[in-house]
C-alpha cells in the first residue's frame, strides 16, 4: 500500500507559475514510476508528466516546455513546476504511483488559471 498527499494547487494569473508536490507514505520501495495526471471538467483524465526510477521523464505535448517534473535525491517527493500557466491548464491535479501490482492515486489538488 502507498499513500499519496497533493498540495501546491491554487489560483494563479495567466502567465503564472506553480508547484505542486506528491508525498508518498507506505510501501514506497515498490515504487517504479510516479506521475502527474490532470481533470478538466467535462474531459478525460490526462497524463501530464511521469517520472519512472530511473529519472527517464515524458510529458504531454501540450505542456512541454512549460512543466518539469522532479524529485529529489532521496525520490520523494515528487515535484510538478509548472510555468507559463494558461487558462486551459486549469484542472484538479492527480499524483499516481506504479510498480507491479501497485497502482496507487492521490486525492487531487486543484489548479485554477484565470485573471
Known amino acids: 500500500q502507498v499513500q499519496l498527499v497533493e498540495s501546491g494547487g491554487g489560483l494563479v494569473q495567466p502567465g503564472g507559475s506553480l508547484r505542486l508536490s506528491c508525498a508518498a507514505s507506505g510501501s514506497i520501495f515498490s515504487i517504479y514510476a510516479m506521475g502527474w495526471y490532470r481533470q478538466a471538467p467535462g474531459k478525460k483524465r490526462e497524463l501530464v508528466a511521469a517520472?519512472?526510477?530511473?529519472?527517464?521523464?515524458n510529458y504531454a505535448d501540450s505542456v512541454k516546455g512549460r512543466f518539469t517534473i522532479s524529485r529529489n535525491n532521496a525520490k520523494n517527493p515528487v515535484y510538478l513546476q509548472m510555468n507559463s500557466l494558461k487558462p486551459e491548464d486549469t484542472a484538479v491535479y492527480y499524483c499516481r504511483a506504479r510498480g507491479g501490482v501497485l497502482d496507487s492515486w492521490g486525492q487531487g489538488t486543484q489548479v485554477t488559471v484565470s485573471s
Open positions: 517520472i519512472t526510477s530511473g529519472d527517464s521523464t
